[in-house]
Structures are given as structure tokens and as C-alpha cells.
């Protein structure tokens, strides 16, 4: 699995008591070959969804100064911008 994307695996772990999050993470499942190719299977309750949950991982990961959690999510959420 690509780095970025096991990054939002273990984000999105956090959110799989939803039903959105929870189908997220199973699409993680699949074999992408980078975050692109991810982003173009996601439908838009599923981006909407990742907007919103990846603001707060983000910025969780900026209080811990994990920058390189912040640097991986962020690679993600420019895509769905």
C-alpha cells in the first residue's frame, strides 16, 4: 500500500463508527497504486466526507508536530480540493 494512503487508513480508523468513513476503509482494501488513483474512485459523499475528517487529522497532526502525518494527509487532501 502507498505511504500516503496507509497514512489515511490509520486516520480514517478514527471514523469507521460512520457509514461513509466505514466504506472509505474498506475501499482502502483495494490495491491502489498511489493517492490519485484513489482519489478518482471516490464518489462525492465520500470526498465531502474526507474534506471535513481531513482538516481535523491534519491539524491534530500539526499539534503533535508529526510533520510527516501532516505532510502525507495533506498530499490527500489537495487532491480532493
Do not use: C, P, W
Given at each position: 500500500?502507498?505511504?500516503?494512503?496507509?497514512?489515511?487508513?490509520?486516520?480514517?480508523?478514527?471514523?469507521?463508527?460512520?457509514?461513509?468513513?466505514q466504506?472509505?476503509?474498506?475501499k482502502?482494501?483495494?490495491?491502489?497504486?498511489?493517492?490519485?488513483?484513489?482519489?478518482?474512485?471516490?464518489?462525492?459523499?465520500?470526498?465531502?466526507?474526507?474534506?471535513?475528517?481531513?482538516?481535523d487529522?491534519?491539524?491534530?497532526?500539526q499539534?503533535?508536530?508529526?510533520?510527516?502525518?501532516?505532510?502525507?494527509?495533506?498530499?490527500?487532501?489537495?487532491?480532493?480540493?
Open positions: 500500500m502507498d505511504t500516503t494512503l496507509a497514512y489515511l487508513r490509520e486516520s480514517l480508523s478514527n471514523h469507521v463508527n460512520r457509514s461513509t468513513g466504506r472509505i476503509y474498506k482502502l482494501q483495494n490495491h491502489y497504486q498511489n493517492e490519485e488513483e484513489f482519489v478518482r474512485d471516490l464518489d462525492e459523499e465520500e470526498i465531502s466526507f474526507l474534506n471535513s475528517i481531513l482538516k487529522e491534519i491539524s491534530y497532526a499539534n503533535e508536530k508529526d510533520e510527516k502525518r501532516v505532510h502525507q494527509l495533506n498530499e490527500v487532501y489537495e487532491l480532493l480540493i
